[in-house]
């Protein structure tokens, strides 16, 4: 119904903004990465998600397309409701979303409050072949799921040393390409040490 909402900032809260476009004042619920955006009585333009549940209509807003997409396919897993997503996307950024995704990492998942490692298993699950698709491009399936591969092993042996899994996903996503798992770890480990 709304792709997005341009006007000023009236009012930001813990979970909310208030934007005035229009003489209108639009009640949006944001993560805390896009509050961080927003200063006050100046111009934002956040992409929105209208959400319709038991009667009650919410509009969310998200300051990058890429946070409202990862919204949508968030909250498009079973027993994953608007909250719980905005929770997940104040804690992580959409790529740290895609990388936990991809590398199979559900312990990246656990700095989110209120979400347990069987949720985090079920978001990992129902989307990973979607998340997968979107991201990879055909001639480079056999590759991408290789390296894939190398990742959620790199990014398991670097929580069994020690490291959560918020920045072991982080470091071994920022590797572009490696041969083995072990190049892999190498060039995470050496990110992590900086």
Known sequence: M??????IVDECLSDRAVIEAG????????????LKTLTRGSEAKLYTHLHLADGVMALYGFAEIQ???MFQRLIGVSRIGPKLAMSVLSVM???DVYAAIMTDSPGAFDPVPGLGRKTAQRIILE??????LAAIGSSDKREEAGLNDYRAE????????????LSA???VAAVDTADSVEELLTKALRSLAK
Request: aromatic share 12%.
């Open 2 to 7: 709304y792709a997005y909402i341009r006007g």
């Open 23 to 34: 003489g209108v004042g639009y009640l949006l619920f944001c993560s805390s990465n896009t």
């Open 67 to 69: 946070e409202r997409d």
């Open 93 to 95: 950024s959409p790529n």
């Open 127 to 132: 989307l990973h072949e979607s998340v997968g």
């Open 154 to 165: 790199a990014v398991a042996a670097l929580t069994s040393l020690g490291y959560d899994g």
């Open 169 to 171: 996903t982080r470091a």
